[in-house]
């Protein structure tokens, strides 16, 4: 980029910020106060958001950043904010000149949380160097360290996949009956709204039994029988799961006949 930022005394520059959320969809703001078009998005006016100071370290510790701003947009409601929509979605803060659109991005990271403040609401963000805090060594384990149907699984996620509609809803429990599964197959496993208040949002089942699956996040109220979801099966990483019911004992990414640390402190004892 061959644009220089604030090299003069008036300056023809606005902020502007990007969001891409994990169920894909994409959001641009700017502090200028028209509509601007560049890398196909278009950045609406929103003087309300106002990030902290932006800091970049060459460091390996996390250059956070925190954003607040107000509920000024139809795109960014306090429904969306309480479903978690924006939990995890990739962010990018930049500067562009609002004549030539040269454009150059300050920050980069991800929305590690969001609070609702008195009239708005307040996101932390992390920095791409919070992946250096993460340990790349396994650790091992009785139980599986791989994901379920991923590369180090091995299986095929298509024979482990459904679409299924939702037969009835029982909001004092947060079970979610569907039609035509077999609900001791889902815990552990993951659905995918297609449709219906919470579309394009993605829960883990932590239960599942004859009274329907429980997701990690409590259905809307407006969830209705007829809702599609795509569920996911799931396992409880134990080796003897992983070769009674899907034969697939040698991709097993575990040690389940390590033995313990507990053993060092075994000692003899006197008969």
């Known amino acids: 980029m061959s644009r220089t930022f604030f090299d003069r005394e008036l300056d023809t520059v606005?902020?502007?910020?990007?969001?891409?959320?994990?169920?894909?969809?994409?959001?641009?703001?700017?502090?200028?106060?028209?509509?601007?078009?560049?890398?196909?998005?278009a950045h609406l006016p929103t003087p309300a958001l106002t990030p902290s100071a932006i800091r970049r370290t060459a460091g390996f510790l996390d250059d956070a950043l925190d954003i607040e701003g107000a509920l000024a947009h139809d795109t960014i409601t306090v429904s969306d904010l309480e479903q978690g929509r924006f939990d995890g979605a990739?962010?990018?803060?930049?500067?562009v000149d609002w004549e030539t659109l040269e454009t150059q991005i300050l920050y980069r990271g991800t929305i590690a949380s969001v609070s609702r403040e008195a009239n708005g609401f307040a996101a932390h963000l992390r920095s791409a160097k919070a992946m250096f805090?993460?340990?790349?060594?396994?650790?091992?384990?009785?139980?599986?360290?791989?994901?379920?149907?991923d590369k180090?699984?091995?299986?095929?996620?298509?024979?482990?996949?459904h679409r299924a509609q939702v037969s009835a809803v029982d909001f004092d429990s947060g079970r979610i009956v569907f039609n035509g599964i077999d609900p001791s197959l889902f815990g552990e496993g993951e659905l995918v709204w297609l449709d219906g208040p919470?579309?394009?949002?993605?829960?883990?089942?932590?239960?599942?039994?004859?009274t329907g699956l429980l997701p990690d996040r409590a259905p809307n109220a407006a969830?209705?029988?007829?809702d599609r979801a795509i569920l996911r099966e799931g396992c409880d990483h134990t080796i003897a799961t992983c070769a009674s019911r899907f034969g697939n004992a040698a991709n097993f990414r575990g040690e389940p006949f390590l033995p313990g640390s507990d053993l060092v402190a075994h000692y003899p004892m006197a008969r």
């Open 14 to 41: 606005a902020t502007f910020w990007r969001i891409w959320r994990c169920d894909g969809v994409a959001f641009a703001f700017t502090t200028h106060d028209r509509t601007m078009w560049f890398d196909g998005l």
């Open 90 to 95: 990739a962010i990018a803060v930049g500067a």
């Open 133 to 149: 805090d993460i340990d790349p060594v396994p650790r091992s384990s009785p139980g599986c360290r791989a994901r379920f149907c």
């Open 152 to 161: 180090g699984c091995g299986l095929s996620p298509v024979g482990f996949t």
């Open 198 to 210: 919470q579309a394009g949002l993605r829960c883990a089942i932590i239960a599942a039994d004859t």
């Open 223 to 226: 969830a209705a029988p007829g």
